[in-house]
């Protein structure tokens, strides 16, 4: 018997499973179970192999590289997240499909032949903080040995513990990750299925696949948000970041959305071209491209990348929403990262980081340094579209570690091209202020958008659903409706903007529009400005754009602000697109008309229903503009 066991209080299923393992390795630190992976020093490439009904499954190949472990999916579907992996095995309320209403049988039995399988299998057993050290729950992950790079991807994403440290009371799991491998072919035809098991005081995942974002990444968040569901408070999807401009003016900025919506983006520097300028977009249909010209550029200070909790225990009297990070590592998608010097941050710290990061989705050459911009390539013969690399917050330069007050909330959406004759919903301006209620619309919505890369599947238009994490809660989506919106009531002093991405009208973009308002924003102190400077945009969803915008001395043109303004969209096809936009928030917005709703909720609801203008929604929850 391993003595650190005494350490730990284990349900009595774990108890089971790790006395009958043949070996259970509970590494005291992430450099001891870096070197798991390979084994001993000399191995520089390891096959991730099970046993499927007696035949060899080979799921993963690892390459060991000078700055870490490159690890590669033989099956190009996972190399991203499937957005339908999640099963529900309990009877707790949830809106999410039951294990059993898809699989015609009870999930205990599967969750018996999973503790078999396990208690056959060596082990590694890594307990960690799930939301990190400071505020975040104890929490465990058992899996195979021969996994543990996975093992290791958790110790870098959440908060690592060292039992051998000492402790005055047992180390009790909150939450326990379960991976087991062969079960995704042997009972579910090859898919990304994760299993939630929710107990009053134990939360249990059950990864049946080793891609990290449905279990290690995802899965923490659905523990996270199922334990705000029980106790009233949210974990947003969420970047943050304080801004600091050029004259030393601070300002802090939240940019939710969903997965792919610009979130990591908030936290990059402007991107320039070769001379200096920055690209604002180029014409989709003759390829002129427009720039405008920025001397300095502000200072990001990064405090989240993916996962903001916002418990109300750090709520100050100021009236704004106070966040900290959900995560001690964060999973960053580098598929913008396409040559050297696209994003200097990432790159100085993957190329010379000290200690070994974990790349996925990316050519790794034994004992060669991996190199962000060398994305696997597909079965298609295309790039990866989803290209990873854990970096560890404390790598990152000026990083923030305690909770901030947010000035400004924005919310990206991926947007497609939009002309008369191809209409679409791609009819956001560079930036919107939007109130309060329709801030809480939108994130009831959350639109997956134009060509999302982070997920499998490319529909244009799809909703990711509540704020933004409706995929990874297991919980009731009207409960997480209402908890969004008591935390913009209570959080009257934080405004609201809309920024697109990727394309505004005819003209492609990517992410300049972000960074473009957020330097704005920041030399404002925040969405800082008279009525009068604003004009209610023709589509009520989209509140008020700007009359003009300059930044750094250089004015906006209007067809970046008003698209209606593009000859080659024009009014007509701005409406056509606004009633695509207006008819999928109707079709998504009827699931939460329900008796559950919150009265304000309820009121705004009806608003939309009836057509409201932006003064209506204004009526309801102020603006807070004069």
Not at 215 to 227: C, R, T
Not at 256 to 281: C, H, P, T, Y
Not at 424 to 432: A, E, T
Request: aromatic content about 10%; charged content about 20%; proline content about 7%.
């Amino acid at each position: 018997m391993n003595v650190l066991f005494e350490k730990f209080s284990f349900p009595p299923e774990l108890d089971a499973v790790l006395s009958n393992s043949p070996s259970v390795i509970i590494p005291e630190s992430k450099e001891v179970l870096y070197e798991l992976i390979f084994g001993n020093g000399h191995t520089t490439k390891i096959e991730v192999i099970y046993d499927v009904d007696g035949e060899p499954m080979k799921e993963a190949e690892v390459v060991r590289c000078k700055n870490g472990a490159a690890v590669n999916y033989m099956e190009d579907y996972m190399r991203v997240r499937d957005p339908d992996c999640m099963r529900i095995a309990d009877s707790l309320p949830t809106d999410k499909p039951r294990f059993q209403d898809m699989y015609g049988y009870d999930f205990d039995v599967l969750r018996k032949d999973t503790f078999a399988w396990l208690a056959k299998q060596e082990l590694i057993l890594i307990p960690f903080k799930a939301g990190g050290y400071q505020y975040g729950y104890e929490a465990l992950l058992v899996c195979p040995r021969n996994a543990a790079f996975f093992a290791f991807a958790m110790s870098q994403l959440q908060a690592f513990v060292n039992i051998k440290e000492p402790r005055e009371d047992t180390f009790n799991p909150r939450a326990i990750v379960y991976v087991a491998p062969p079960f995704r072919h042997t009972h579910f035809s090859g898919k990304q299925v994760c299993v939630h098991n929710r107990r009053p005081d134990l939360h249990e995942i059950f990864s049946y696949n080793l891609y990290p974002g449905p279990s290690a990444k995802k899965g923490i968040y659905s523990v996270l948000l199922d334990i705000g569901e029980q106790e009233g408070w949210v974990t947003a999807h969420a970047s943050a970041a304080r801004v600091i401009t050029p004259y030393e003016n601070e300002m802090v900025m939240m940019h939710e959305g969903a997965s792919g919506g610009g979130k990591s983006e908030l936290l990059q520097d402007v991107q320039r071209v070769q001379d200096g300028r920055v690209l604002l977009g180029v014409n989709t249909h003759t390829e002129e491209a427009h720039y405008i010209s920025m001397s300095d550029t502000c200072t990001i200070e990064p405090v989240t990348d993916d996962m903001a909790i916002c418990h109300p225990s750090f709520q100050t009297n100021n009236g704004k929403l106070v966040l900290t990070d959900g995560e001690d590592g964060w999973f960053v998608r580098v598929d913008g990262i396409t040559e050297y010097g696209c994003d200097p941050l990432y790159e100085r710290i993957a190329i010379h980081t000290q200690e070994p990061l974990i790349f996925f989705n990316i050519e790794g050459v034994p004992r060669a340094t991996c190199l962000l911009w060398e994305h696997i390539v597909g079965s298609n013969g295309k790039p990866c579209p989803n290209p990873r690399v854990i970096i560890p917050r404390r790598m990152i330069h000026n990083i923030i570690w305690s909770p901030v007050e947010v000035d400004v909330r924005s919310f990206g959406v991926r947007m497609p091209p939009a002309t008369a004759s191809q209409p679409s919903y791609g009819i956001l301006g560079l930036m919107h202020i939007i109130p309060p209620a329709l801030a809480w619309l939108w994130r009831l919505v959350a639109p997956r958008g134009f060509k999302n890369p982070s997920i499998s599947g490319d529909s244009h238009l799809e909703a990711e659903g509540v704020g933004s994490y409706w995929p990874f809660a297991t919980g009731l989506r009207v409960r997480q409706a209402n908890l969004l919106l008591e935390q913009i009531l209570n959080c009257s002093a934080t405004r609201y903007v809309l920024i697109p991405n990727q394309h505004i009208g005819i003209y492609r973009i990517g992410f300049a529009a972000e960074w473009i308002a957020r330097e704005y924003l920041a030399r404002r102190g925040g969405v800082n400005m008279k009525m009068d400077r604003l004009i209610a945009a023709r589509c009520p969803l989209l509140g008020y754009g700007l009359k003009e915008m300059k930044v750094d001395g250089q004015q906006i043109s209007p067809h970046f602000l008003r698209p209606e303004t593009q000859e080659t969209l024009g009014i007509e096809g701005y409406d056509k697109g606004a009633k695509i936009l207006t008819d999928f928030f109707g079709k998504e917005l009827a699931v939460y008309d329900v008796e559950e709703l919150h009265p304000v909720g309820k009121e705004i609801l009806h608003c939309f229903q009836q057509g409201g203008s932006i003064q209506d929604y204004c009526d309801i929850i102020p603006l807070g503009l004069e």
